[in-house]
């Protein structure tokens, strides 16, 4: 079992791996990158779901932000390769926080994101 100073050194100190280990060339010889927002509702604020969804994030190999929202939601942004962020949108869909409990998630595929290098928790 991994030690309470382990995990939190790995929060504060994560391995930020290089986004080129995420992006492949696609047949038809461009990038192949998926970039999605993802809203969680649910009991998703003050369980720890933001800091389960990072940590996710680091071993799954994703990098974007998540942040909680004033309506009670958990707003996600990530991008990487499309069998990663689908293994992470499964993830968040069963609640990375075993203390949470996500009601519903929200989607949506979207190119204009920016590209993120590392994956953080804001606010």
Not at 12 to 28: A, G, M, T
């Amino acid at each position: 079992m991994r030690s309470f100073f382990t995990t939190v050194k790995e929060f504060l100190f994560p391995v930020i791996k290089p986004i080129e280990s995420s992006i492949e060339d696609n047949d038809n010889g461009g990038i192949s990158m998926k970039k999605v927002s993802i809203r969680v509702t649910g009991l998703v604020q003050g369980v720890g779901f933001r800091y389960s969804t990072k940590l996710a994030a680091d071993q799954i190999g994703v990098y974007g932000i998540v942040r909680n929202e004033s309506d009670g939601s958990v707003y996600i942004e990530a991008n990487g390769d499309e069998e990663k962020i689908d293994k992470f949108i499964e993830k968040i869909r069963n609640s990375p926080s075993p203390s949470g409990q996500v009601d519903s998630i929200d989607v949506d595929e979207l190119s204009s994101l920016p590209v993120r290098y590392k994956f953080t928790i804001s606010n």
